[in-house]
Nanobody
Framework: QVQLVESGGGLVQAGGPLRLSCAASGFTFSSYTMAWFRQAPGKEREFVVG????????FYRNSVKGRFTISRDNAKNTVYLQMNSLKPEDTAVYYCAGSSSWNIVLQREYHYWGQGTQVTVSS
C-alpha cells in the first residue's frame, strides 16, 4: 500500500522558517521523482518544487527560488522542504507527490499523493 505522509506544517510569522517532511512507503522511493505542490483557498493546486530520483536535479517555481530548498534521503524514503523567509502568500495546503516519470514539473505525471499539511503564514 502506497503512503505519503507529510508533517511539519503549522502557523508561522512572516519571515520565519518551516520545514516539511514527507515519509514514503509502499513503493521504490529511489526510483521516483518527488515534488511538493500547494493549494491555497480558492485557487488551483500548483507546482512548488521537484527533485529527481538521485536528488541531482531540482526545479523551483520562480516565486520560491532562493527561499525554499528541496532535498531527499533515499535511505530514509523521505523528501524534505525547507522553507525560509516565508510570506503570507505562501499560505496553502502543501502536498507531497511522487511520479515514475522523469518529468519533474508536470502535475499530471504525479500519481502518488499525500494528504497534505497546512502551512499558514501570518503577516
Amino acid at each position: 500500500q502506497v503512503q505519503l505522509v507529510e508533517s511539519g506544517g503549522g502557523l508561522v510569522q512572516a519571515g520565519g522558517p518551516l520545514r516539511l517532511s514527507c515519509a514514503a512507503s509502499g513503493f521504490t522511493f529511489s526510483s521516483y521523482t518527488m515534488a511538493w505542490f500547494r493549494q491555497a483557498p480558492g485557487k488551483e493546486r500548483e507546482f512548488v518544487v521537484g527533485i529527481s530520483r538521485s536528488g541531482e536535479n531540482k526545479f523551483y517555481r520562480n516565486s520560491v527560488k532562493g527561499r525554499f530548498t528541496i532535498s531527499r534521503d533515499n535511505a530514509k524514503n523521505t523528501v524534505y522542504l525547507q522553507m525560509n523567509s516565508l510570506k503570507p502568500e505562501d499560505t496553502a495546503v502543501y502536498y507531497c507527490a511522487g511520479s515514475s516519470s522523469w518529468n519533474i514539473v508536470l502535475q499530471r505525471e504525479y500519481h502518488y499523493w499525500g494528504q497534505g499539511t497546512q502551512v499558514t503564514v501570518s503577516s
